[in-house]
């Protein structure tokens, strides 16, 4: 099938009930937020009062385990003719443009890999309140400080020339990648310290030491690994990582280097509370931070701090 370089699609949001409001509730919920916003708050009612980068509703466990959040997602194909620097893509972004900018991040796949073996991670974390936008590479055999480059072309063009660009702060970015495009994350983080978030899948690189990042950076490894084994990759990439930064590292258990390439609750769960904390300044996330996480079915290990504060 032949896409349009710019086509849009919507997505419908799958929203939770408690998100719903309907009938009398829905009126007064109205009537009581307008008053309020006359006469103290004067801004929309999913902006924070202390923290303008707040988006969406108070998170909970469920909300931020389920397979979308709360926003509708649209999607727009950019063609690699359209674009240097990098391959194209697709840029998922929340439909909606009341509740002002988002935050971005820019994802690429792994060696011989393309877009598709990381898209489910483009409506997945856009419906939380991202803009993100899944890449391809200039070629699959790209190594990792060619990666790290291409994340960041991508980033600028969305920013700077993308249809979206518009309904981004471009203070508020952020990087992930599987494998070699996990390990391009890494580099792009210690090319451009004005990340806000970087988050390593499974990573793979032969650079092993990366104490020049100051970016917060959250390693998701896989206890299965034996293509970028942890004991070689994801372990010392976080080790080195400056102990005063915000990092963490989180060992997926019974799992594999290909993990990170389907729908995977835990990589959704706790990507999305980083970048919320990281990216959006959002406490509310805290607390699926800190305390750390303990070993479970899903988690073999996690190690890091709870977030500095902000
Ligand atoms: O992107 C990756 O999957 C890197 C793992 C790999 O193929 O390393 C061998 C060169
Ligand atoms: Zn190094």
Redesign the pocket.
Known sequence: MVQHPHSSTAIPAHRPPSARRTGRLAALATTAVAVVGLTTLGGPAAHGADNPYERGPAPTEASIEASRGPYAVSQSAVSPLAVTGFGGGTIYYPTDTSDGTFGAVAVS?????TQSSISWLGPRLASQGFVVFTIDTLTTLDQ?DSRGRQLLAALDYLTKSSAVRGRIDGTRLGVMG??????GSLEAAKERPTLQAAIPL?P?NLDKTWPEISTPTLVFGADGDT??PVATHAEPFYNTLPASLDRAYLELNGAT?FTPNTSNTTIAKYSTAWLKRFIDNDTRYEQFLCPLPRPSLTIEEYRGNCPHTS
Do not use: D, E, L
Request: aromatic content about 12%; charged content about 0%.
């Open positions: 796949p792994g060696y011989t890999g990792p599987h494998s070699m495009g996990g390990g499974t793979w293509i970028a280097h």
